[in-house]
């Protein structure tokens, strides 16, 4: 069975810096895609970024938003994906969810709440 | 940057309803554009993928059709476990989100 379960949120002051963790299991994590998107309070959904697969170099996009501020890698000995969060905003308060996206299909973890305020 | 642009915000309608919600796209997305339900304090589910395909075990009362630009999903007979928030997703570049349809009990 795919799981997925994000873990690290908590209240950080403005400025101040967070990393989020996905644990990963039931899929071969080294070939999977892997997206972080948030929600901020009542509202939608948002695309943070993403890593690709080993295979294809493991490259990373990310929404402008969070550009230069975030960093997502992975490492594949621990199944694990990480969200480095770096000079953080008010507007960054949300649940972070990590998501395989299509690869395998439809797969999100249960998200974890990240508070930024003084 | 590709927008998605949901209609409507809200919809109120009774259990048996035919239920439609279209998203369209600010440049073509091919089929690329998958269609998600979430609950209030739960992750997104999957419904639909490339546009018309049913996500494994979601049952047949949804379904997803169009291409380029314009895209619907359709419940053929609104059940009580279907109210719930509504997104559609493009994934041809990078991901973006509409910005949802609640559905809620008329």
């Known amino acids: 069975e795919v799981q997925l379960v994000e873990s690290g949120g908590g209240l950080v002051k403005p400025g101040g810096s967070l990393r989020l963790s996905c644990a990963a299991s039931g899929f071969t994590f080294s070939y999977a895609w892997m997206n972080w998107v948030r929600q901020a309070p009542g509202k939608g959904l948002e695309w943070v970024g993403r890593?690709?697969?080993?295979?294809?170099?493991?490259?990373?996009d990310y929404a402008a938003p969070v550009k230069g501020r975030f960093t997502i890698s992975r490492d594949a000995s621990k199944n694990v994906l990480y969200l480095q969060m770096n000079s953080l905003k008010t507007e960054d308060t949300g649940v972070y969810f990590c998501t395989t996206g299509f690869n395998p299909l439809g797969a999100w973890g249960q998200g974890t709440l990240v508070t930024v305020s003084s | 940057d590709i927008q998605m642009t949901q209609s409507p915000s809200t919809l109120s309608a009774s259990v048996g309803d035919r239920v439609t919600i279209t998203c369209r796209a600010s440049q073509s997305v091919n089929y690329w554009l998958a269609w998600y339900q979430q609950k209030p304090g739960n992750a997104p589910k999957l419904l639909i993928y490339?546009?018309?395909s049913l996500h494994s075990g979601v049952p047949s009362r949804f379904s997803g059709s169009g291409s380029g630009t314009e895209f619907t999903l359709t419940i053929s007979s609104l059940q009580p476990d279907d109210f719930a928030t509504y997104f559609c997703q493009q994934y041809d570049t990078s991901w973006t989100f509409g910005q949802g349809t609640k559905v809620e009990i008329k």
């Open positions: 890593v690709k697969s080993r295979i294809d170099g493991e490259p990373t």
């Open positions: 490339k546009a018309s």
